[in-house]
């Protein structure tokens, strides 16, 4: 790749974007590498750009621009940008690192939820010393919404700590980790949800799955259920969380992601006694695996080969 021209165009602080610059350097030394004023001022140089949740138009008006590598999992933020140029690849980030990081946190919800220790932190902060019943990992179950790589990752780990598995996602196009049940549609998952003592969102924001967690699926869930959403905020209804959390039919929710980040200091989230809040760190990407994979992608581009990870528009992942 000596000579190619390759833009990095991030929407994050100095420091982490030079991190993000770093090893990406490092990764790939063989090529040039633009910010965005050098991009704009040579538009015809940009051959393909690394990208960060980029800024809406941050990719317009360069006509050499062939293929866009997002370092993010989540790309519901970039093709949301109706400057994005439509006949350009994208490819989204698959690290094994990161999805060994939401799989380590899946099970840390999962086990809090099923050992009731968010209920035990909630007796603590009243002074009260109660233990409850202890059920095995084995008479829980827990439904991971989500056939990908992270879904795939968080499911194999469930399955070694003893749950009962299940994995949904539209399509099925994947067979569930070794262990675990998988289903597909919307007829498998009606047929899920109501064994999910622990419900896992990891799916993809797409106009399909935007707001699928609202009152009729949180009904669906056995009472006293624990919700996990590592996904998106936009799954979720707020408000009929809220509803379902006060009216006892759901026990406890983990929230990584919300609507608005970061979470506003109003927001009743921060106060529920049945919520847990995270601030976006379920699983961080770690700019040295990503740098690799972005790396080895970018490569197979430039070299007429298959790029790993592409993301499909019309599906918006």
């Known amino acids: 790749m000596a000579g190619i021209k390759l833009l990095f165009c991030a929407d994050l602080d100095p420091a982490e974007a030079a991190t ?3 090893h990406l350097a490092a990764a790939l030394p063989e ?4 910010d965005a004023d050098a991009a704009r001022a040579a538009p015809a140089a940009a051959c393909a750009a690394v990208v960060a949740n980029p800024r809406p138009g941050a990719l ?3 006509p050499g621009l062939g293929f866009v590598q997002s370092l993010w999992a989540g790309v519901d933020r970039l093709l949301a940008d109706p400057t994005l140029p439509p006949d350009v690849p994208v490819a989204r980030m698959v690290d094994p690192a990161m999805s060994a990081a939401m799989a380590e946190t899946t099970l840390w919800a999962a086990l809090s939820l099923h050992r ?3 209920a035990y932190q909630r007796r603590q902060r009243e002074r009260r010393w109660h233990v409850h019943a202890q059920r095995r990992a084995d008479e829980i179950g827990v439904v991971v919404l989500g056939g990908g790589a992270m879904g795939q990752a968080a499911a194999s780990r469930l399955v070694a700590q003893g749950y ?5 996602s539209r399509s099925g196009a994947r067979p569930p980790p070794a262990g675990a049940e998988g289903l597909a549609g919307d007829d498998g998952l009606a047929r899920l949800l ?12 797409t106009p399909a799955t935007r707001g699928l967690l609202g009152a009729r699926r949180l009904a669906a869930l056995p009472p006293g259920a624990g919700l996990v959403n590592l996904g998106r905020g936009a799954h979720l209804v707020e408000a009929d969380l809220l509803d379902a959390l006060d009216r ?3 026990g406890h929710a983990v929230l990584d992601v919300f609507e608005t980040e970061p979470l506003p ?10 919520i847990t809040v995270l601030p976006h760190a379920a699983a961080l990407t770690d700019p040295r695996s990503a740098a690799s994979v972005a790396a080895a992608n970018l490569r197979a581009w430039h070299a007429g080969r298959p790029i790993e990870h592409l993301v499909d528009r019309a599906r918006g992942y």
């Open 164 to 168: 009962r598995v299940g994995v949904w």
């Open 60 to 62: 317009a008006g360069l």
């Open 194 to 205: 109501p064994r999910a003592d622990v419900l896992v969102n990891l799916l993809p924001l």
């Open 265 to 274: 200091a109003g927001h009743p989230f921060w106060t529920h006694p049945r």
């Open 116 to 118: 009731g220790f968010f």
């Open 20 to 22: 993000w610059r770093h």
């Open 31 to 34: 090529a040039d590498w633009l």
């Open 248 to 250: 006892g039919t759901l």
